[in-house]
Nanobody
Framework: VQLQASGGGLVQAGGSLTISCAVSGRTFSVFVMGWFRQAPGKEREFVAV???????YYADSVKGRFTVSRDSAKNTAYLQMNSLKSEDTAIYYC??????????????????????WGQGTQVTVSS
């Protein structure tokens, strides 16, 4: 399984950007797709998670500004980011696991829950 992230770039504060994560090598009927980010000198931070058949769950820091979605025909997930702030600057990663557990989506806020990772894409927000 391979995850290919793309779509990062430089954007002004208040602007928008959409990151894509294309999954290849296998198709999952049940999946959990997570999004994380890592700023320089900081630990990897949870952004959002989307379990198949469930409502996406977002970190408080991005709730109301970021939206995750998926195009099953293209086997691609998206992270749409609006009202970007300088503190959103980071390398953004998508991650995937087929180990689906019901219950609180907060369980998937840990990077350790995921099996496959994309290579990361840089998002820089200028103030």
């Amino acid at each position: 399984v391979q995850l290919q992230a793309s779509g990062g770039g430089l954007v002004q504060a208040g602007g928008s950007l959409t990151i894509s994560c294309a999954v290849s090598g296998r198709t999952f009927s049940v999946f959990v797709m997570g999004w994380f980010r890592q700023a320089p000198g900081k630990e990897r931070e949870f952004v959002a998670v989307h379990r198949s058949g469930d409502t996406p769950y977002y970190a408080d820091s991005v709730k109301g500004r970021f939206t995750v979605s998926r195009d099953s025909a293209k086997n691609t997930a998206y992270l749409q980011m609006n009202s970007l702030k300088s503190e959103d600057t980071a390398i953004y990663y998508c991650a995937l696991t087929n180990k689906y557990l019901s219950g609180s989506p907060y369980y998937y806020s840990s990077p350790a829950r995921y099996v496959w990772w994309g290579q990361g894409t840089q998002v820089t927000v200028s103030s």
